[in-house]
């Protein structure tokens, strides 16, 4: 079955640390992988994507995930947090529909970050 | 954000009434999207439009309709809905065909049902 995994349901970071939420998938073929941000009362914002090629990838705001393939993971890093990152973080994998013609994206329960000042 | 709109962005409403929700998308894609957020749940695709044809219905009671116009606009059409409906629907669209059809979400409906 393909899935996504985020294994924490909330992760607590110093202003000025690193952070990391972490994700794991489970596909056949080749994953597309997908982070979105979610800040309260608002809808889903794209952050950042892994097609194929460089497995580091720059997004917005500063984030940037790695793809490792062996591990099956697609963990989201920031170098240096700030208390705005405070958000519900969201990875997702692109998948083909059944029908075709169009692909899905199925998501993990997200991982709700908040960055202490 | 703008590229994808929601109205109303709140609503709440009785099991007996009927209301919609309207989504629009200024992104020129040809495909989009109707999903539910519930609290503590993973995000649950609803029904997809692909080039205005419905191409997907995950299952989803028939007290929800959704109506496709033309690849811009997409409704959902709401009747004799139950507590357990309350949640935030989000639109979201994406362009099929290209490499990534990445999709982008509208700032969602927040739905109440007494």
């Known amino acids: 079955a393909q899935s996504v995994a985020q294994p924490e349901d909330q992760v607590n970071v110093a202003e000025g640390n690193p952070l990391t939420v972490k994700c794991t998938y489970s596909?056949?073929?080749?994953?597309?992988l997908f982070w979105y941000v979610q800040y309260p009362n608002r809808g889903l914002q794209f952050l950042l994507k892994y097609i194929t090629g460089d497995n580091l990838v720059k997004g917005s705001y500063g984030f940037e995930a790695e793809f490792n393939k062996s591990q099956t993971s697609f963990h989201l890093k920031k170098p240096s947090a700030l208390v705005s990152d405070s958000a519900l973080y969201f990875c997702a994998v692109r998948v083909p529909s059944k029908g075709g013609g169009y692909n899905k994206l199925i998501f993990g329960a997200g991982t709700r970050l908040a960055v202490h000042p | 954000e703008t590229g994808v709109t929601q109205t109303p962005r709140h609503l709440v409403m009785g099991m007996t009434n009927k209301k919609s929700l309207k989504c629009e998308q200024h992104?020129?894609?040809?495909?989009m999207y109707w999903y539910k957020q519930s609290a503590k749940k993973p995000l649950e695709l609803m029904f997809v439009?692909?080039?205005?044809?419905?191409?997907e219905n995950n299952s989803v009671p028939s007290r929800f309709s959704p109506e496709c116009p033309n690849s811009s606009h997409l409704f959902l059409h709401l009747h004799t809905l139950q507590p357990e409906d309350s949640a935030l629907y989000l639109c979201?669209?994406?362009?099929?065909?290209?490499?990534?059809?990445?999709?982008?979400f509208g700032p969602g409906t927040r739905l109440t049902v007494l």
């Open positions: 439009y692909n080039f205005k044809e419905q191409t």
């Open positions: 596909v056949s073929g080749n994953p597309y």
């Open positions: 979201a669209s994406s362009q099929i065909g290209l490499y990534t059809d990445t999709q982008y």
């Open positions: 992104l020129g894609h040809n495909a």
